[in-house]
Each structure stands twice: as C-alpha cells, then as structure tokens.
C-alpha cells in the first residue's frame, strides 16, 4: 500500500505540478529528483536508526524533512483541487479551460507556507490548557483538585533534551495535586534517549507522577523503558488502580496497558483486571493511551477517562479520517454515557509527520468539581 501512496504523490507532484512550470530542463530534473528525496523521508529514517519512528539525523534535517514532506502532501491536494476544479468549470461552460503558470505557483506558495506553519506550532512548547469536568459523586476533599495530563511526548532528535526541559518546567509551574502521563514517551531505544528523557526525572507532584505505556513503547524494547522511566519516578499503572486520599475521602487512579501489546509479545489491556477489588463509591479515573475502547470504561463505571494516541487529527479535515480510526473519538472533551472522556492533542508529536493545522499541542490542566 505505501509504495502505491508515494507512486501517486510522485506522480502528481511531479508531472502535474512541477513539470508544466515554465522552468529549464535541467531544474525541472533537480526539483523531480529532490521531490523523490523528501518524498521518501521515511525510509532515510529507517536507514538512520532501523525505525521509521526515530530519524537519526540531526535536528535541523528532520525539521527541513518535514517541511518537505508536508509541502509535498498539501500541494498534492491543492493541485488537485486545482485540476477538480478547473474540470468543473469546463462541464459547466462546455469548454476547455487551460491550467495556468499563477494556479502552480500559487498552490506551492500556500503549499509551502502551511507546511512551514505547521512544523512551527508542532515544535512549540504547548500552552497550558484549563478544562473543568462535573464528576458525580466527587468526594468534598477532591473538590477543586488539580490534574495534569502529557501525552504523546515522543521525545526524539525533534523533541530533545531542551524541549523536554521547558515542557517540565511549564508543568510544575501548573500547580498540580497529581501528574499523568497517559503514553508515548519516546519514540528510540533507552540508549538513544537516555540524555534527551533525563529533564522528565524533575516532574513533581504532591500525590506523585504516574503513566501508562503507549504504543510506541512497545516498538523500542518496552521493558528496558519501564524499567528506565520506573527509576525516573514514574510510577506505572499496568492493568492496576492506585486509591488517591485526602483523608476519608479517596479517588481511583487506574491505568491499562496499550491494545498494540500483544503483537509485541506483552500483556494487553485488561480493564477489569485494572478495576478489581476498588472501592466501589469512590469515583474513578482511567488512563488508557488509545480513547476507542471508552464506551466499555463508560460501562463498567469509570467516571473519567483521560487518553491521546490521536495527536487531535494532526490537521483540521485529517481529524475527521483519524476519528474513524479511533471509533469516532479525536479530539477534546466527549461525554460516554454518565463517563467523560478526554482525548488530548497531544504535548508533542510523532516525527515522521510533525505538522499541526488547527490542532495545537497542549499541556492540560484539569480542575475537578462535583457535579
């Protein structure tokens, strides 16, 4: 299927786009030639590290890589709203109507820029963002309580060391009574990120710092990274619920392993394994890296579920094919039954696709109330 998705970009970028330009010959080949380069971005970075998931490279070249990559796909799309749109006018006025020099250079104008963009908000240390959730039966010591959520982190040669630091930095400074990471640490073995996850051993929080793997654990030896991140302070909840005590009043904290583990030889999410033998009255929140198994939470009476997975669509209109993926679950604040889901947008982003158009990163800030 891949090599039939790039054929196709090629060719429309190629030979419907670039070569009516009124360009020299020679230009015309090095601009092809470079189209191919960018185009086959995600084989340099299996080439760099053995992972399609962690280009190797230096910073600079992933961030060019996928400049490129997204200019390539949106002037793919622009180019064929172009042809579409100039067939349609010829039906309607029953003539032939000719493609312009301006409509080419127009479309990887606008190409170019989004993609410059969205690289640029991708990059960005994420705002915190303030949610408020009514969760029924709320103990009177949970009243106004203070959780924040990262997710999909992907610490990378795009999101190094300096980028994680400013991440925990902006975290702390939230006020938070706990910290979750709901996945997606890292994309790269321990050794590869060892330095660049280092600045994640300062998060703090009065009830603690807690985690689920995500998918992308289990694609870099996912027991040498639980391991690793475990030593860091991260105290993982693997198809298990902590109780969360203010005095007399409690809050279950629980959290599932990702659905993609049995293909890597590990155990899978198990929520009711996750549940056993909680206090039946005391509200629970769930953390599960992928938000489509939400209607079973619903059902079996989580009060609030906090995943990502999604990255929020990536791209306003790209939402819309991801939510398909996820059993209609993409982005922000759904309510399942009596349940609140959450889907996060992500902190940062995988980077073999890292653009975001009207789907910004987010750090988020929950304050619970009753309801």
Same mark, same amino acid.
């Given at each position: 299927?891949?090599?039939?998705?790039?054929?196709?970009?090629?060719?429309?970028?190629?030979?419907?786009?670039? /070569?009516?330009?009124?360009?020299?010959?020679?230009?015309?080949? %090095?601009? !092809?030639? +470079? &189209? @191919? #380069?960018? *185009?086959?971005?995600?084989?340099?970075?299996?080439?760099?590290?053995?992972?399609?998931?962690?280009?190797?490279?230096?910073?600079?070249?992933?961030?060019?890589?996928?400049?490129?990559?997204?200019?390539?796909?949106?002037?793919?799309?622009?180019?064929?709203?172009?042809?579409?749109?100039?067939?349609?006018?010829?039906?309607?006025?029953?003539?032939?109507?000719?493609?312009?020099?301006?409509?080419?250079?127009?479309?990887?104008?606008?190409?170019?820029?989004?993609?410059?963009?969205?690289?640029?908000?991708?990059?960005?240390?994420?705002?915190?963002?303030?949610?408020?959730?009514?969760?029924?039966?709320?103990?009177?010591?949970?009243?106004?309580?203070?959780?924040?959520?990262?997710?999909?982190?992907?610490?990378?040669?795009?999101?190094?060391?300096? /980028?994680?630091?400013?991440?925990?930095?902006?975290?702390?400074? %939230?006020? !938070?009574? +706990? &910290? @979750? #990471?709901? *996945?997606?640490?890292?994309?790269?073995?321990?050794?590869?990120?060892?330095?660049?996850?280092?600045?994640?051993?300062?998060?703090?929080?009065?009830?603690?710092?807690?985690?689920?793997?995500?998918?992308?654990?289990?694609?870099?030896?996912?027991?040498?990274?639980?391991?690793?991140?475990?030593?860091?302070?991260?105290?993982?909840?693997?198809?298990?619920?902590?109780?969360?005590?203010?005095?007399?009043?409690?809050?279950?904290?629980?959290?599932?392993?990702?659905?993609?583990?049995?293909?890597?030889?590990?155990?899978?999410?198990?929520?009711?394994?996750?549940?056993?033998?909680?206090?039946?009255?005391?509200?629970?929140?769930?953390?599960?890296?992928?938000?489509?198994?939400?209607?079973?939470?619903?059902?079996?009476?989580?009060?609030?579920?906090?995943?990502?997975?999604?990255?929020?669509?990536?791209?306003?209109?790209?939402? !819309?094919?991801?939510?398909?993926?996820?059993?209609?679950?993409?982005?922000?604040?759904?309510?399942?039954?009596?349940?609140?889901?959450?889907?996060?947008?992500?902190?940062?982003?995988?980077?073999?696709?890292?653009?975001?158009?009207?789907?910004?990163?987010?750090?988020?800030?929950?304050?619970?109330?009753?309801?």
């Amino acid at each position: 299927m891949r090599p039939v998705v790039f054929s196709t970009l090629f060719l429309v970028v190629i030979l419907n786009w670039l /070569w009516p330009l009124p360009l020299p010959l020679l230009a015309r080949i %090095a601009a !092809a030639c +470079l &189209i @191919v #380069v960018v *185009g086959l971005y995600h084989y340099w970075c299996r080439l760099s590290s053995g992972s399609v998931f962690a280009p190797e490279m230096p910073r600079l070249a992933v961030i060019l890589f996928n400049w490129g990559f997204g200019a390539l796909m949106l002037v793919t799309v622009l180019q064929l709203a172009v042809d579409g749109g100039a067939a349609i006018w010829a039906l309607v006025t029953w003539r032939p109507f000719h493609i312009g020099t301006v409509p080419r250079v127009v479309a990887g104008a606008l190409a170019a820029f989004l993609s410059a963009w969205g690289v640029a908000n991708a990059l960005r240390v994420p705002p915190i963002r303030d949610i408020t959730l009514d969760i029924a039966g709320l103990p009177p010591g949970f009243e106004g309580y203070r959780l924040v959520q990262l997710t999909d982190l992907h610490i990378t040669r795009l999101f190094p060391a300096r /980028w994680a630091e400013a991440v925990v930095t902006r975290t702390n400074g %939230a006020g !938070a009574d +706990l &910290i @979750v #990471v709901t *996945g997606d640490f890292i994309d790269g073995s321990v050794a590869m990120r060892r330095d660049d996850v280092a600045p994640l051993a300062a998060l703090t929080a009065p009830d603690g710092v807690w985690a689920i793997p995500g998918n992308h654990e289990y694609f870099f030896d996912y027991a040498e990274w639980i391991a690793h991140l475990s030593r860091m302070g991260f105290r993982f909840l693997l198809n298990s619920h902590e109780i969360i005590r203010r005095k007399d009043d409690t809050l279950v904290l629980a959290g599932v392993t990702d659905r993609s583990a049995a293909h890597h030889g590990e155990v899978g999410p198990d929520l009711a394994l996750a549940l056993a033998n909680r206090p039946v009255t005391a509200p629970v929140i769930l953390l599960d890296h992928q938000p489509g198994e939400a209607r079973e939470a619903a059902r079996l009476g989580v009060a609030l579920q906090l995943s990502g997975h999604t990255h929020g669509g990536m791209i306003y209109g790209l939402d !819309a094919l991801v939510a398909r993926g996820n059993k209609g679950f993409v982005s922000g604040l759904y309510h399942v039954g009596s349940m609140a889901l959450y889907v996060s947008n992500g902190t940062g982003i995988w980077p073999g696709f890292a653009l975001r158009l009207g789907r910004p990163s987010e750090i988020t800030r929950f304050t619970l109330r009753a309801s």
